[in-house]
């Protein structure tokens, strides 16, 4: 576990994995991600810095300054992770129904 957070400790794994996270979603979602940085934390998890997500229109749907999200039970086994904290610095949520749509973003 050590070794791990050590790795993503540096800064050109974590440009990596951000390119790749934001870019894996934003063709998933077929709309646009950005993600600034990340960082691992023992006390608060996975920590995602400067994340936008915009909606088909192009509108933001969600920022946040900071992401935070602290896992619990993980089976690797089952594939599943367990949540037991989720938290937002500075967010913005922005639910709109667009002209000639009838439901939200």
């Given at each position: 576990?050590?070794?791990?957070?050590?790795?993503?400790?540096?800064?050109?794994?974590?440009?990596?994995?951000?390119?790749l996270?934001?870019?894996?979603?934003?063709?998933a979602?077929?709309?646009?991600i950005?993600?600034?940085?990340?960082?691992?934390?023992f006390?608060?998890?996975?920590?995602i810095?400067?994340i936008?997500v915009?909606?088909?229109?192009?509108?933001?749907?969600?920022?946040?300054?900071?992401?935070?999200?602290r896992?619990?039970?993980?089976?690797?086994?089952?594939?599943?992770?367990?949540?037991?904290?989720?938290?937002i610095?500075?967010?913005n949520?922005?639910?709109?129904?667009?002209?000639?749509?009838s439901?939200?973003?």
């Amino acid at each position: 576990m050590i070794t791990i957070y050590l790795i993503f400790r540096s800064d050109v794994v974590q440009t990596l994995a951000v390119h790749l996270a934001a870019d894996y979603f934003s063709k998933a979602l077929k709309t646009e991600i950005r993600i600034s940085g990340f960082g691992l934390s023992f006390k608060n998890g996975l920590l995602i810095e400067g994340i936008s997500v915009r909606d088909l229109q192009h509108e933001i749907l969600f920022s946040a300054n900071t992401l935070g999200v602290r896992p619990g039970q993980i089976s690797l086994k089952n594939h599943h992770v367990n949540i037991n904290q989720v938290f937002i610095e500075k967010g913005n949520i922005q639910l709109i129904t667009h002209r000639g749509d009838s439901v939200l973003n």
